[in-house]
């Protein structure tokens, strides 16, 4: 008996407890979805048990600093997405400015490799290429350190 007095009193005392109203309550949702949102696609990680992921947005972060420790290059957008038919095997593309002072094909190739060597030893991502697109000209006097081109999603 004096168990079942518990049980009712604690059904009363929940029953009475004040129930969020349904602003707060949307908002709370609507901020949970929004997290989920910002991380982007999960992409696999090149694991042999497929059960690695990083989240698209922080991977980009990653090899946009890739890109920007190249002397004269300054990375302005990238995104991964899964090649055909390999959906632990990646593609990047990835935007840019660059300075002028050396044959673009020599920076772009060091570009390149800066990217996939922090795809595949820092992040362990499996990259089939990275495709460059360079939209910007960096003046000598504006290459340093921090400094973003027009549209960086930094």
């Known amino acids: 008996m004096a ?9 009363r ?8 109203d349904g602003h707060r309550l949307t ?12 991380l982007g696609a999960t992409l696999l990680l090149d ?18 600093r890739a890109a920007d420790s190249v002397p ?3 990375a302005a957008s990238c995104r991964l997405t ?3 038919d390999r959906p632990a095997v990646h593609v990047v ?27 595949e ?3 362990g991502l499996a990259v089939t290429s990275v495709d460059l697109t360079i939209n910007s000209v960096l003046e000598h006097s504006h290459m340093s350190s921090g400094e973003r081109p027009e549209g960086s999603e930094h």
């Not at 168990?3 to 059904?11: G, I, Q, S």
């Open 3 to 11: 168990v079942l007095e518990a049980l009712t009193r604690a059904t």
């Open 13 to 20: 005392s929940l029953r009475a407890a004040r129930q969020p």
């Open 72 to 74: 004269g290059a300054c």
């Open 27 to 38: 908002g709370r949702v609507i901020d949970a979805v929004g997290a989920e949102i910002r």
């Open 121 to 123: 030893h820092i992040l």
């Open 93 to 119: 593309a990835l935007t840019m400015a660059a300075a002028l002072d050396q044959p673009l094909r020599e920076r772009a190739e060091k570009v390149r490799q800066a990217v996939l060597y922090a795809a």
């Open 82 to 84: 899964p090649a055909p």
């Open 47 to 64: 694991d042999p048990d497929h059960d690695l992921r990083i989240g698209e947005t922080a991977a980009a972060k990653a090899l946009r």
